[in-house]
């Protein structure tokens, strides 16, 4: 007997012997169809995002109502926003292309400048139109903080994530340090000759010239002034959903700056249970991100000495043949585990280049050290996607995998649709697989109380099982 469904549109005969059927075996019937496989992953509890930036996850539209609501001007050739009308001819503001009429061309421009949207892949560089885009809206990200905590948090109950660990807006901190500049030179010429003890005798001398400025008092007034007071005055966390964050430095900047950012971010993660981790951040392959790595690895493993209890994942091996020399691709992530001493990677990409990649791997395994899978920011400021993706290797070894989205605003995209490019690329990777992959993102969260953790994993298993009982044809 055979009955006829209608589902988005396209009639469907399924034969009535198929219920009864498994949550796999209807996945398995369902992951070359895009539809089918965006409505069963929508539904599907999909835990934590662990690699997930503020700024870039708030999506455009809402950056340009902020610039627009507060007239804002434009510069009409470059498309900079500024606050204030700076000199010259091109500047207007927003009221003023609303009166002309231009100021829907101005927006579809400003989608364009801000995101990924309508981008053809053939005019300009994808990886440099994609971190580009945080310079030009940056105007408006560190603005209405609040909203924009709110729309992430709201989206991702309704995309059914229950949990968000976020690379949040970085402390500033504007301790004048000019006399410590002959510092970097030192440390590069450590560097230069991989002088490790010299260098973290040089590193000793500088963290306490740095405490001398007191810099804990730009983590705290950070924490108590704006972290703290967002988190709690917005009922972040409720019955449904959690949010961490986590502090992170910039890696193109010169080292004594560099290390003064780390201080603090460490500063941070070690004084409020908000703030789970630490990060790096910004193109890998910039020159001074490349030219310091090794020095930015032992820093970091620097400060783990310095907060034992602090843990971090790194940006890592976000790299592809063509973007370095192929000899910088051997390298970044051996560093970053056995350097850094990384307690999670993020992308890890270029592991198939990496000196002695199998027994860095089988390492990852042993030690419980997850990579963060980015796919479609992989495929788009990278070009690597399907088998070129090194996430069969990671699974070939065992390596704890989560699933993440980077960033979402920027790229046009969400978490669903990370687990649905995952289904249609990798047949080997089961439904099994997944749902070990959203426990994972609970389990390598950086989550410092335990009772949460514990009541995360049982909500989330209580939301799998609700998932399950509503798959067509499914026997219970």
């Not at 700024?55 to 900079?80: A, C, H, M, P, Q």
């Not at 989205?405 to 995952?422: F, I, K, M, P, W």
């Not at 990798?426 to 390598?444: A, E």
Request: hydrophobic content about 40%; some cysteine.
């Amino acid at each position: 007997m055979i009955a006829r469904l209608r589902i988005l549109g396209v009639a469907f005969f399924i034969s009535l012997s198929t219920f009864g059927q498994t949550v796999s075996d209807y996945f398995e019937k369902i992951r070359n169809n895009d539809a089918l496989l965006t409505a069963f992953f929508a539904q599907m509890p999909k835990g934590g995002d662990l690699h997930h930036h503020y700024s870039g996850s708030i999506y455009t539209e809402t950056y340009i109502d902020y610039v627009v609501s507060n007239n804002y001007f434009i510069d009409r050739k470059t498309l900079k926003v500024s606050e204030k009308k700076p000199p010259g001819d091109d500047w207007a503001d927003f009221s003023t292309l609303k009166q002309e009429g231009t100021f829907a061309e101005y927006r579809q421009k400003l989608f364009q400048k801000w995101s990924v949207k309508d981008y053809n892949h053939v005019d300009y560089p994808s990886d440099k139109l994609f971190f580009e885009t945080f310079a030009g809206f940056g105007v408006a990200s560190r603005a209405e903080i609040d909203k924009g905590l709110l729309e992430i948090k709201n989206r991702a109950k309704k995309e059914n994530v229950s949990y968000i660990e976020t690379l949040f807006v970085n402390a500033p901190c504007p301790k004048d340090l000019t006399d410590l500049t002959d510092f970097a030179r030192k440390l590069r010429d450590g560097q230069a000759k991989k002088d490790t003890a010299a260098c973290l005798v040089l590193l000793d001398s500088l963290y306490t010239a740095i405490q001398a400025k007191n810099v804990r008092e730009c983590a705290n007034t950070f924490l108590n002034e704006t972290l703290n007071r967002l988190h709690t005055s917005l009922k972040i966390d409720d019955d449904q959903f959690t949010m961490r964050y986590q502090s992170y430095v910039v890696r193109t900047v010169e080292p004594v700056e560099l290390f003064k950012a780390m201080i603090v971010a460490f500063e941070a993660a070690a004084s409020s249970p908000l703030v789970v981790g630490v990060n790096i951040a910004a193109p890998e392959d910039n020159e001074i991100a490349m030219s310091d790595y090794w020095l930015h690895m032992l820093m970091f493993r620097y400060c783990h000495a310095k907060y034992p209890s602090v843990k971090y994942t790194l940006h890592a091996g976000e790299l592809a043949l063509g973007m370095v020399k192929p000899e910088d691709l051997s390298w970044h992530i051996n560093s970053a585990i056995y350097l850094a001493g990384a307690n999670r990677i993020g992308h890890g990409v270029d592991m198939p280049y990496e000196t002695d990649c199998y027994d860095l791997l089988r390492y990852m395994s042993r030690k419980k050290i997850a990579v963060e899978i980015n796919l479609f920011s992989n495929e788009f400021i990278l070009k690597i996607k399907d088998d070129k993706h090194p996430i069969s290797l990671y699974q070939a070894f065992n390596v704890p995998i989560v699933i993440s989205s980077d960033d979402a605003g920027v790229l046009r995209t969400n978490l669903t649709e990370q687990y649905v490019l995952l289904a249609k690329r990798y047949k080997q990777i089961s439904y099994q697989d997944i749902k070990q992959y959203v426990f994972n993102s609970i389990d390598y969260s950086f989550i410092e109380e335990e009772r949460l953790k514990k009541s995360l994993l049982n909500d989330l298993k209580q939301r799998f099982a609700k998932f399950e009982r509503s798959v067509p044809g499914v026997r219970h």
